[in-house]
């Protein structure tokens, strides 16, 4: 296992995947004139209508940054791949719990905003990141 790797590749994978879903939202409130969180309750329309989206983001997204990873190992396992997606469904988790609910910022989402309004999208998500090395494995086979 090469965890210097394995958290930059979960790093960049998440940076993507935020940024995707960044651009989705203002294309949204942009061109498709959607109502954003100043015009609406919550994080506006815009923000809402791509909420069953998310999870396709990162089922495309976090394979290819998989696949690097696995690319990059001296052995190719399985096992490695499995191992690898465990680790970053937890650290998702633990960035998601930081980073969207416990520290203050604008667009900061309470516990039940974030795990249970947010249901089925954000469980689903999780499991698209653990999966994304193992897909990623089989794609380097």
């Given at each position: 296992m090469?965890?210097?790797?394995?958290?930059?590749?979960?790093?960049?994978?998440?940076?993507?995947?935020?940024?995707?879903?960044?651009g989705h939202?203002?294309?949204?409130?942009?061109v498709?004139?959607?109502?954003?969180?100043?015009?609406s309750?919550?994080?506006?329309?815009?923000?809402?209508?791509t909420?069953?989206?998310h999870?396709l983001?990162?089922?495309i997204?976090?394979?290819?940054?998989?696949?690097l990873?696995?690319?990059g190992l001296d052995?190719?396992s399985?096992?490695?791949?499995?191992?690898a997606g465990v680790?970053?469904?937890a650290?998702?988790?633990?960035?998601d719990l930081?980073?969207?609910?416990?520290?203050?910022?604008?667009?900061q989402l309470t516990f039940?905003?974030?795990?249970?309004?947010?249901?089925?999208?954000?469980t689903i998500?999780?499991v698209?990141?653990?999966?994304?090395?193992?897909?990623g494995?089989?794609?380097?086979r």
């Amino acid at each position: 296992m090469n965890v210097g790797m394995l958290f930059l590749w979960l790093l960049v994978g998440y940076v993507v995947v935020t940024w995707v879903g960044i651009g989705h939202t203002v294309f949204n409130i942009k061109v498709l004139h959607m109502q954003s969180m100043k015009e609406s309750e919550g994080l506006g329309e815009g923000y809402e209508k791509t909420k069953p989206w998310h999870p396709l983001y990162n089922i495309i997204i976090f394979p290819i940054f998989g696949w690097l990873y696995v690319s990059g190992l001296d052995q190719v396992s399985l096992g490695a791949a499995l191992v690898a997606g465990v680790i970053w469904a937890a650290a998702s988790m633990l960035i998601d719990l930081f980073g969207w609910v416990l520290i203050p910022h604008p667009l900061q989402l309470t516990f039940k905003q974030f795990y249970v309004e947010y249901q089925p999208w954000i469980t689903i998500i999780y499991v698209a990141i653990f999966l994304g090395p193992v897909i990623g494995y089989f794609l380097a086979r």
